[in-house]
């Protein structure tokens, strides 16, 4: 039975994750509640995430929503930031990662509803610069723990004028560097269990798949709906975690 659970958990997290980020405050409760330790979750998170992210931006970049050359300057910050991550994650305590969580969140959502964001381009543009350290910067966050880490990148890209789906595969590739150096750092730790990781990961890419081709389905108005919506009910479940 707990195996069927864990394909719920991965389709559900997979597919609230791809389409507006946040789909971890999904899983990593549900993995809790059904008796996982909590280091087994995020090990099982972080490999499921990595075939999940990973199919959902090659259907994208096969519909050219991303081009690789300009994907894989990714390689080396998201990489690097999942691994720092991964490797300091006991050096902080689980409340301090959800007010940082709500913080930013909170910051990224009242950019999004104050200020007009530029035009969106029909094609994947060049990333700016300016953003690489604070790609570096979520990759660590999304190492270390990483609530509503995707929905962070997804705003960083908008307010940057990259097309929706252009910025979900972006978005997608960073998740699956990042998780990719933090997998390895849990794994090394000795804090894996395949029986756990390898339900969740066929749950996830399932959820991924099917949500990919519903946000080909919609309109922009309604994708930021859902984005904006996720936001802020992230933000409510981090207070009411901290709170409690």
Same mark, same amino acid.
């Given at each position: 039975?707990?195996? +069927?659970?864990?394909?719920?958990?991965?389709?559900?997290t997979?597919?609230i994750?791809?389409?507006?980020?946040?789909?971890?405050?999904?899983?990593m409760?549900?993995?809790?509640?059904?008796?996982?330790?909590i280091?087994q979750?995020?090990a099982?998170?972080?490999?499921?995430? @990595?075939?999940?992210?990973?199919?959902?931006?090659?259907? +994208?970049?096969?519909? $050219?929503k991303?081009?690789?050359?300009?994907?894989?300057?990714?390689?080396?910050?998201?990489?690097?930031?999942?691994?720092?991550?991964?490797?300091?994650?006991?050096?902080l305590?689980?409340?301090? @990662?959800?007010?940082?969580?709500?913080?930013?969140?909170?910051?990224? +959502?009242?950019?999004? +509803?104050? $200020? $007009?964001?530029?035009?969106?381009?029909?094609?994947?543009?060049? =990333?700016?610069?300016?953003?690489?350290?604070?790609?570096?910067?979520?990759?660590?966050?999304?190492? @270390?723990?990483?609530?509503?880490?995707?929905? !962070?990148? @997804?705003?960083?890209?908008?307010?940057?004028?990259?097309?929706?789906?252009?910025?979900?595969?972006?978005?997608?590739?960073?998740?699956?560097?990042?998780?990719?150096?933090?997998?390895?750092?849990?794994?090394?730790?000795?804090?894996?269990?395949?029986?756990?990781?390898?339900?969740?990961? =066929?749950?996830?890419?399932?959820?991924?798949?099917?949500s990919?081709?519903?946000?080909?389905?919609?309109? $922009?108005?309604?994708?930021?709906?859902?984005?904006?919506?996720?936001? !802020?009910?992230?933000?409510?479940?981090?207070?009411?975690?901290?709170?409690?």
């Open positions: 039975m707990e195996f +069927l659970l864990l394909i719920v958990i991965g389709f559900a997979s597919f994750g791809t389409l507006a980020g946040g789909g971890g405050l999904i899983g409760p549900s993995m809790l509640v059904i008796g996982i330790p280091h979750a995020i099982a998170a972080k490999f499921s995430n @990595m075939f999940s992210s990973f199919s959902s931006f090659f259907v +994208l970049l096969r519909q $050219k991303i081009e690789w050359h300009k994907a894989v300057w990714l390689i080396p910050i998201s990489l690097g930031g999942g691994i720092t991550g991964g490797t300091i994650a006991s050096a305590p689980e409340k301090t @990662m959800t007010l940082i969580a709500i913080g930013l969140l909170s910051f990224a +959502l009242g950019l999004q +509803l104050l $200020k $007009k964001q530029k035009n969106d381009r029909q094609t994947s543009a060049n =990333i700016p610069k300016k953003l690489y350290p604070v790609l570096y910067g979520v990759g660590v966050y999304d190492g @270390m723990f990483g609530p509503g880490q995707a929905t !962070l990148l @997804m705003y960083a890209y908008l307010r940057n004028g990259f097309e929706y789906l252009s910025a979900v595969a972006f978005t997608r590739f960073q998740t699956f560097l990042s998780c990719c150096g933090a997998f390895f750092t849990y794994l090394f730790a000795g804090h894996f269990n395949w029986q756990v990781a390898v339900f969740l990961a =066929i749950g996830s890419l399932i959820g991924a798949q099917t990919i081709r519903i946000a080909n389905k919609l309109e $922009k108005c309604h994708l930021q709906i859902i984005l904006n919506t996720v936001t !802020l009910l992230l933000i409510i479940q981090l207070v009411i975690k901290v709170a409690n």
